[in-house]
């Protein structure tokens, strides 16, 4: 069965880190894009940025609110994808999901909170 | 970025009754390989977003053949054939031709 399983949700302080993980399985992560996105209820669906597969370069894209702020990586060894958040800041608190490449398959979601 | 605009935001539907959403794009979705990427999600209440169609007009594995989407260049329509008490939920249109990916405000779909 193909699935990603999202952690490392919580509380943060304004300013605080925080690094989220989505272990994957089902499938051949290697060879897969991989995105997060981030659902909050005033903003919808906003999609965080995407990893590239290595053989396809490795490289990653962000979107403008996070970019030089969050950092997205992968450890094909391990099947696992990580997001993480440095600098963080009230409008980030969200709901972060981890999806595959054109967004056909999403984790459960981990609730991000930036409040102090 | 590219905005994506969805009509209506709210869809009160009737059992057995065909729907359909309307999604528009600011820019054209056809991308330098011929190929557009317009896909549809349904949010069900609780659940995650899971993907119906892509690539305009293709389902997903396991999604009834209900649902459809058709659409070219900037204008796009998901429908379905006759509602069932499961289609309830939040619909999204989104594009993945124009970085960053973008996605419509929803339409949320429940019974008169």
């Known amino acids: 069965e193909v699935q990603l399983v999202e952690s490392g949700g919580g509380l943060v302080k304004p300013g605080g880190s925080l690094r989220l993980s989505c272990a994957a399985s089902?499938?051949?992560?290697?060879?897969?894009?991989m995105s997060w996105v981030r659902q909050t209820p005033g903003k919808g669906l906003e999609w965080v940025g995407r990893i590239k597969s290595k053989t396809d370069g490795g490289t990653t894209d962000y979107a403008a609110p996070v970019k030089g702020r969050f950092t997205i990586s992968r450890d094909d060894s391990k099947n696992t994808l990580y997001l993480q958040m440095n600098s963080l800041k009230t409008e980030d608190t969200a709901v972060y999901y981890c999806t595959t490449g054109a967004a056909g398959i999403w984790g459960q979601g981990t609730l991000v909170t930036v409040s102090s | 970025d590219v905005l994506m605009t969805q009509s209506p935001l709210s869809l009160p539907v009737t059992l057995g009754q065909p729907a359909s959403i309307s999604c528009r794009s600011s820019?054209?979705?056809?991308?330098?390989?011929?190929?557009?990427?317009l896909n549809w999600f349904q949010q069900r209440p609780g659940q995650s977003p899971r993907r119906l169609i892509y690539k305009v007009s293709n389902r997903d594995s396991g999604v009834p053949d209900r649902f459809s989407g058709s659409g070219s260049g900037t204008d796009f329509t998901l429908e379905i054939s006759r509602v069932e008490a499961e289609d309830v939920g939040v619909y999204y249109c989104?594009?993945?031709?124009?970085?960053?990916?973008?996605f419509g405000p929803g339409t949320e779909v429940d019974f008169k």
């Open positions: 820019q054209s979705l056809v991308y330098s390989d011929g190929n557009t990427y």
């Open positions: 989104m594009q993945g031709t124009h970085w960053p990916s973008t």
């Open positions: 089902g499938f051949t992560f290697s060879k897969a894009w």
